[in-house]
């Protein structure tokens, strides 16, 4: 009689935990390897096999977009957020984002080219409204910044993080991109 050290078939009863496994081996290996990264990759990190990842997701673009739905939930935490400050911590979020995930902005661009319905520009644009009225009203955001020029911030930060030297630094992209964007910093904000 043989044992095998392999746990047995759970079915439908490891469907969540298998999703939040390839969730998480997704987001990691995204950003380690960037948006390219073989799916059969994901699903060996994330302990499943291969039909078990298109079971949950069909193609890549619905794994990145699952994984950027976290994203999505972090922006909406901090745009609901009341403080004057909200619009400038949503966008060093954004940033850090950025420069962690670029794969994420690879999936959108991917997304756009393929002709996907896609409207993660239009929702972030939405979540940023609210948050960047509050610091112009307050003051700690230049008057005039407007949601547009915050999303072609986003796309040129996106083209500086591609086109920087690799061997810079998160913390110096990020300097990079705060110090080029002041207007979206606010004043005194931490680089």
């Known amino acids: 009689m043989s044992h095998s050290s392999r746990p ?32 059969s990759a994901i699903a060996r990190e994330a302990g499943v096999g291969q039909g078990v990842l298109y079971r949950h997701f069909p193609t890549r673009l619905d794994l990145a977009f699952a994984v950027f739905e976290g994203h999505f939930q972090q922006y909406t935490a901090l745009a609901r957020s009341e403080e004057p400050e909200a619009f400038g911590l949503l966008w060093r979020q954004l940033v850090d984002n950025l420069i962690a995930e670029t794969a994420f902005v690879d999936m959108v661009v991917t997304a756009r080219a393929s002709g996907a319905d896609y409207d993660g520009i239009a929702r972030l644009g939405a979540l940023l409204s ?23 911030a986003v796309r040129m930060a996106y083209g500086i993080i591609r086109t920087c030297d690799p061997a810079t630094g998160p913390s110096e992209l990020r300097r990079i991109i705060l110090d080029a964007f002041p207007r979206l910093s606010g004043p005194g904000a931490p680089g």
């Open 8 to 39: 047995s078939n759970r079915g439908p009863a490891a469907a969540a935990e298998n999703r939040a496994a390839l969730l998480d081996a997704a987001k990691r290996l995204f950003a380690e390897r960037g948006y390219d990264v073989p799916l």
């Open 130 to 152: 609210s948050p960047l009225e509050r610091g112009i009203a307050t003051g700690l955001i230049e008057p005039g910044v407007t949601v547009e020029e915050v999303i072609l």
